[in-house]
């Protein structure tokens, strides 16, 4: 049944297109996480999060150097490439150097008919909040515009509701990789997790219910692996947890954009929803970015503990500055647990894989030992 | 009980044989050709200062980089875990390891247990390798087993800057044009490999005892380099580039003792 | 391996920043030492404010600068290293992480070190990079860092409301946070005086950069990557004042008289990202030839500032920085930035530096080249870190300089 999903994210530019035609409706894609979806979705479009691919970037080369986020580069290169040419819109949230930049480039290069700049402080407390809750009155606002149609207050209820579903569902799909042995891989609960930000919410609460419902325990080797925990920046490579599988590992609970951080923290359901989703946006994702090293320890080790964890893969994607400032912090907290770490500065290339593979096989020798 | 360990480097190949617990015989070949080939060939070799033939070896364990290439390996173990066990037996006081090969560098923390606790590896950059040293014995036409020696009879060094090797190289280059004396300029390539090598270390952290193993820890000149930036002394065994053969065959010795 | 260092100045005033810069230190260690309080900023952050409420301010990258100028910052960058800090992170950030953590791991720091900080202020707009930078400084000196926000403003300036107010509500809680820190109140007219005085100067600046223009050019990067220390970090006070006003007249008599930096001017060239701290004399190589470099990018403005939009000085602070950006926030601004200064300043080249670790420039300084031959303009690129001499060698960077003097003597 997972592979379902993992078919999803294969083939999602043609599953785009197909619901475009189905639902007469556009695309609007993301760079990260703490873009407040529900507003996308409330005004009847699929929110879809940009993913790169694991090949050369031929063209993106021509515009970019190499010490920069590949992750970022890599979608761009897709976008370069056509993969994208499908995309109605795209949203650039307020985050990091390179980031940020992508909403110029985008301008300049692609062909997007709507690219709008999403303003997200760093102030996270009430004049945060307030300024939040008045830039997203201005997204929605154009989003009104550019599709002609208004967003009522109730839909954007709906949208709450509906998002908060999924992200139940997906906690409750990480709560059976707690057990020994978990009942989801690693790999398999990060197809999961990104075939959310890919498919249509309410399709994607409806398939994992049913499959949550017939999940059953496996033992098989691969199921016995070391447990450990994933702490990443942009990780969009799921092979890389495919590779921890294949040398005796098991990523069982993570602290990550393409993982836990995603869905982590519901919105309130009561409230004004604008405001529910700025506070909700602002205030529950533990990222570096968030500047709460200590709230984002906290939470991690705390994941760590309850999943009990032999190790921890630390992995920073070359050039993430937010992610890197706070790797020393990390690996001291960690090391102070008594948890070893096993730390990778990724570039996403494939000589890399080699290395990954001669590094992971060592780690969980040396924490079987 | 007759158990061998063979560590397949970028470089050479090298593998140590143990009879109940004791090393009777070890070798080191250059590889040239295949894994599989060449580390048949080094237990061999190492076999004929015995009495004993390949088939009385009850099991072998393979390390190194080219470990998957040896396939009468019962197993393979990680090459920091056979540095950490090798250097251990031969001094258990060890507790940071420093592995200095022809590619890459690793610097690994032991327990008092014997047992890895962190490791770190340098293989992004070639500034710290034996390969750059090879390099660098080439350009300045001194044997490289006589490089160490040469540089620490210099007065002074020569700075070497660049932390890329391919700077580093048009760097000494110019000295040599420059007239500088050779074992000035060594000295400056010497330090320049310790504080590549000390870049790895640095994220393990170092605790006394030290100890440096590979091919570089041949090196007098880098050695002595090494201790005057950590401010400790470091131990290098009689044979350092037998210490992960050692560790494999160490392995292999517990894995029969086991079953 | 570097063999040359500061730029050759064409005019007698930008030898005196040395000076003020040397007594700017040693002030602000005096004044320390006296219990005023001291806080560690990054650029940007409004000098003026902490002048207001007699608070200490130090900035950081631009110490960095004097580091890499006096040759020691891949000592530092190194010690910075060695504590966690990746290669791939801010030359500057890695060295005051090294000077903080590994102190007995680096030379002896310019100007008798940085006065003992008592808070961190940092601000999110422009790069981003600095916030973590200075989180891992408040942890390790055991300090609060205060971050000062304000919207992003891609698409440059803008009359939104919701944008000034957020921007004044946070000024406001700078203030509030100067406060406490300080114990003392904060007097509106003193930032009132030091605004006024801060516009004064930026005006008079904003003249010289167009005096700039003129052919032959009597002042150029050599001198103002220099000259414009004083208003990045004195801004607001009498001497920054002065001191453009001297510099103003010594350009305008040097018009007068048609002196040039170079008496016969071949070729004029741009300079497009932050220059080598450590060699600033390759400024000056094209000069042998003929060329001069004219114009940088980095901190010239294009249009004079904004007049008074508020008598309230805060809600005045807020109003002008939304109502108008100081830099260009996207490749789109960049590349017309560029543009406009070929064509202004009649340049037949520009020069690129390629800086890995400062991701704000870094990124974009690949498509603005290709941009630019695009539109026929020859571009040189180099690439070195603007701090850590490792990086950076010399003999490759002379061979493309003189490839690229070949060009464009060859097109003159």
Known sequence: ?369 | MLVAGVDVGARNVSAVILQDGHIVASGILTLAGEGAVASREAITQALKKTAFAFADLRCVVATGCGASSVPFAHRQSAEVVCQARGTFWLLPSARTVLNLGAESSRAIRVGASGRVEAFAKNDRCAAGSGLFLETMSRVLEVPLAEMGDLSLKANGWEEVSSICAVFAESEVISHVHRGVPRERILAGVHKAVASRILETLGKVGIKSDVVATGGVAKNKAVVRELEGQIRLGITVPAEPQLVGALGAALAAQEQVARS | MVTSTSARKALKTTLEVPTLRRSYYARTLDESQKGKKVAWCSNNIPSEVLDAMDVTSVFLENYATVIAAKRLASAFCAAGEKVGFSQDVCGYARMLMGYILARDQVPEAPYGGLAKPDFLLVNSYSCDSRLGWFAAMSRALNIPLHVHDAPHQPDGASDSAINADYTERELRGLVAFLEEQTGARFNPERLRKRLDLSRQTSDIMFEINELRKAVPCPMGSADMFTAVWPAMYMAGTKECEDFYSKLRAEVEEKIAKGIGVVPEEKFRLMWSGIPFWYNMSLLNYVEDFGGVVVIEGFYRSRERRLRAQDDDPIRDMALSSTRQRGWPATIINSIDDVLDAVKEYRINGVVLSFNPSCRLSYVSQMELQRSLEEQGIPTLGLECDMADERTYSEGQVKTRLDAFVERLLAKA
């Open chain 1, 1 to 369: 049944m997972i592979e379902e999903f993992r078919e999803y994210r294969r083939r999602r530019h043609q599953a785009a297109i197909a619901w475009k035609e189905e639902n007469k409706g556009k695309v609007v894609g993301t760079l990260c996480c703490c873009v407040p979806e529900e507003i996308i979705h409330a005004a009847g479009m699929l929110p879809v999060r940009i993913l790169g691919e694991h090949e050369e970037t031929t063209e993106a080369a021509l515009h970019f150097s190499t010490n920069l986020c590949p992750y970022c580069k890599s979608c761009f290169d897709q976008a370069l490439k056509g993969s994208y040419d499908y995309l109605d819109g795209l949203v650039i949230p307020n985050v990091c150097n390179m980031v940020k930049a992508m909403y110029g480039f985008s301008k300049h290069l692609l062909k997007i008919p709507y690219i709008y700049f999403l303003e997200v402080p760093q102030r996270l407390s009430g004049n945060g909040v307030d300024f939040f809750s008045k830039e997203l009155v201005r997204f929605k606002e154009s989003l009104e515009g550019f599709s002609g149609k208004e967003i009522s207050s109730q839909a954007l209820r709906y949208s709450v509701r509906v998002y908060n579903e999924n992200r139940a569902l997906l906690r409750r799909l990480y709560d059976l990789r707690r057990r020994s042995p978990p009942l989801v891989s690693g790999s398999e609960a990060q197809e999961l997790v990104i075939s959310s930000m890919l498919m249509s919410k309410e399709l994607h609460n409806w398939r994992l219910a049913q499959l949550l419902e017939r999940i059953q325990p496996r033992n098989d080797e691969a199921r016995q692996g070391i447990r450990l925990f994933l702490s990443a920046s942009v990780l969009d490579d799921t092979d890389f947890l495919r590779l921890i599988e294949e040398c005796g590992g098991m990523v069982v609970a993570d602290d990550m954009p393409m993982g836990s951080r995603y869905f982590f923290g519901a919105v309130d359901p009561r409230g004004a929803p604008l405001h529910a989703l700025a506070d909700r946006y602002l205030n529950k994702i533990a990222c570096p970015r968030k500047m709460l090293p200590q709230a984002r320890l906290t939470f991690a080790v705390r994941m760590m503990k309850d999943s009990n964890v032999k190790g921890v893969i630390i992995h920073n994607m070359r050039a993430c500055d937010p992610h890197l400032y706070e790797y020393p912090l990390l690996k001291e907290k960690l090391e102070s647990e008594g948890l070893p770490v096993l730390f990778f500065r990724g570039e996403e290339t494939e000589t890399e894989r080699e290395q990954q593979r001669s590094d992971i096989k060592a780690f969980v020798e040396m924490l079987e030992g």
